[in-house]
């Protein structure tokens, strides 16, 4: 069935750079929105960017400015590209997908989550 696979993560200093990917598999009629969460130990998952099948994007206050969500559809994958990062945007990150695909021998359309991948920020 399907599912996204995400790339990346790591180990930066603070004002670094970092670049997450993540790509969609599997037999998919359609992805609508497609978007970036984190999760910090013992807060609340919450979201840092979206992307539409159009192309529109949104930010969370905190990452505005600082990151950017792209999205290149005949791949299936959206990338999150974070600039000068801060401490406090060390979390697992983990990619998100509307999508309409199909599941044996019907199609279904249900929320989609990548494995995470943890992002450090740290001197």
Do not use: H
Not at 37 to 61: C, F, H, M
Not at 77 to 87: A, E, G, I, R, Y
Not at 103 to 120: A, D, F, K, L, S
């Amino acid at each position: 069935q399907v599912q996204l696979v995400q790339s990346g993560g790591g180990l930066v200093q603070p004002g670094g750079s970092l670049s997450l990917s993540c790509a969609a598999s599997g037999i998919i009629a359609s992805i609508y929105t497609m978007g970036w969460y984190r999760q910090a130990p013992g807060k609340q998952r919450e979201l840092v960017a979206t992307i539409s099948s159009g192309g529109r994007t949104n930010y969370a206050d905190s990452v505005k400015g600082r990151f950017t969500i792209s999205r290149d559809n005949a791949r299936n994958t959206v990338l999150l590209q974070m600039n000068s990062l801060k401490p406090e945007d060390t979390a697992v990150y983990l990619c998100y997908g509307d999508i309409y695909y199909r599941t044996g021998g019907t199609y279904q359309r249900t929320p989609v989550w990548g494995q995470g991948t943890q992002v450090t920020v740290s001197s």
